[in-house]
């Protein structure tokens, strides 16, 4: 079973969504985890109660939301990998700060304690600034991938990055064997 946590990266939650499918429909076996924010929290991109259902319809299962149901796994539920797929700037900074308050956190943190491959797919307006360190920190960090990510709007978000989705596949499939796919700069 992939775990497939989403975070508050709502303008990518639909490029996330089409990549869940995939997944499902070739057979992968997902549990399906969001972020407090992501469960609450309605946009202009979408509902929360609407994402929600459509995880549960997409996976056959609810999806986790709090941090009790996401300790488990790990030491309970091992995950052959763990996605974060969007992962904000704030998950990531916190990620690599050993700060643990959301279920998303809560997962990784339970995940990683058994050294299984965490790919991260980044979708930051601050990946170039605030989060550059923070990037590095995780690149170090044993099992962590990231997903190869490119510059969206290098003019008007110069220090955005995002990542690119459709090579979520073949970094997993890389992670899986302990590899990073390809560089993570496209
Ligand atoms: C409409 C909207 C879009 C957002 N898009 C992003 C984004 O693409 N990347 C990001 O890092 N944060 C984004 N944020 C900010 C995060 O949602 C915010 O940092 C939140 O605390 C993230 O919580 P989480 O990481 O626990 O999901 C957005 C917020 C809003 C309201």
């Known amino acids: 079973m992939i775990g497939f946590a989403m975070c508050g990266s709502y303008c990518t939650h639909a490029a996330a969504l089409t990549e869940l499918k995939g997944l499902v429909a070739d057979g992968y076996d997902i549990l399906p985890i969001v972020s407090e924010n992501v469960a609450t929290t ?3 991109f979408g509902r929360a109660s609407e994402l929600l259902q459509s995880l549960s319809q997409i996976c056959g299962r609810e999806a986790i939301r709090d941090i009790v149901s996401a300790e488990p796994l790990g030491p309970k539920i091992e995950l052959d990998s763990l996605l974060i797929c969007p992962c904000t700037g704030n998950t990531l900074a916190k990620m690599a700060s050993g700060i643990t308050d959301t ?7 339970a995940h990683l304690r058994s050294d299984r491959p965490l790919v991260i797919a980044l979708a930051s307006n601050d990946a170039m600034s605030a989060n550059l360190g923070n990037i590095g920190k995780l690149l170090n960090r044993k099992c962590v991938y990231f997903v190869p990510m490119v510059q969206d709007d290098p003019k008007k978000k110069p220090h955005s990055l995002v990542a690119d989705f459709s090579l979520l596949r073949p970094t997993i499939d890389g992670a899986m064997q302990g590899k990073q796919y390809r560089k993570i700069f496209t």
């Open 42 to 44: 309605d946009t202009r």
């Open 103 to 109: 279920a998303v956190t809560m997962a990784a943190k």
